[in-house]
């Protein structure tokens, strides 16, 4: 099965790619193209896939990068492919020929481009890191490289919608008790539960950091299972482990 990747013209002419589950060598709950180094699918069979996605990407193996995520608002600038995988959620690189990877199974895949100045970013935002400011980190560390703020193209892929997101009401404060007007991303559930708008609080991030353009493709990973992989389904239909999606954008 060929590989299915998602793009747009938003982030043209610059390489680019949401990676859905399909063309991957995956199997059972991993079924497919799991680039999840931290999962417990083999390792062999990630790296498989992981080459699949470097070779669609046209760069070296090694140059497909990505660190080890912990939900944090930490941004790595990328010189040159890495021999360790720091704790970061965000890269930004003014150098051609490395592939910039998110890895994500419901939260948010951000993708940026600024090609006039020749810099890109790539962003993990979950709920915490995108309530701790690392979009906003992204977008301050390509304008260290040279990118102009007004010029910035960003694109959230595939992530939970609203629909699937629930929550409790100690989530609701968190968020309260950062901006009162959050509310708006809180659609009232049933009983005491909320469901929460995690694209449209990203959309809401990028747009008020005052870059150029931020758009979502509108892929919900909850509800489209033979697409996506989605930590939450997974917890529901009690497996014992899932996939992880990438997404990869390189000059």
Not at 120 to 137: F, P, Q, T
Not at 194 to 206: C, E, K, R, S, V
């Amino acid at each position: 099965m060929t590989l299915e990747i998602l793009t747009s013209d938003a982030l043209s002419p610059v390489r680019h790619g949401f990676f859905t589950r399909k063309g991957g060598a995956s199997s059972g709950v991993f079924g497919g193209l799991n680039c999840g180094q931290g999962s417990s699918d083999q390792d062999e069979i990630v790296t498989i896939n992981r080459k699949r996605v470097a070779d669609a990407m046209h760069v070296e193996f090694d140059h497909l990068v990505t660190v080890h995520q912990v939900h944090s608002p930490k941004v790595e600038i990328i010189k040159a492919p890495l021999t360790e995988r720091p704790k970061a959620d965000a890269m930004v690189t003014n150098v051609p020929g490395i592939a910039l990877g998110i890895l994500t199974a419901d939260c948010q895949p951000v993708l940026f481009s600024e090609p006039d100045a020749g810099v890109i970013g790539g962003a993990h935002a979950g709920w915490r890191g995108a309530l701790d400011g690392v979009l906003e980190e992204t977008i301050e560390a390509m304008v260290r490289l040279g990118a102009k703020r007004g010029r910035i193209n960003a694109v959230i892929g595939p992530s939970i919608s609203q629909p699937a997101y629930e929550v409790g009401p100690d989530f609701l404060d968190e968020f309260i008790a950062e901006d009162t007007e959050n509310t708006r991303f809180f659609a009232q559930g049933k009983d005491d539960r909320y469901q929460f708008d995690l694209p449209g609080f990203g959309l809401h991030l990028l747009r008020r950091a005052g870059i150029g353009n931020a758009s979502w493709t509108g892929h919900c990973t909850y509800s489209d299972a033979e697409r996506f992989y989605s930590y939450r389904r997974a917890t529901h239909a009690k497996e014992a482990d899932y996939g992880r999606l990438i997404s990869a954008i390189r000059l």
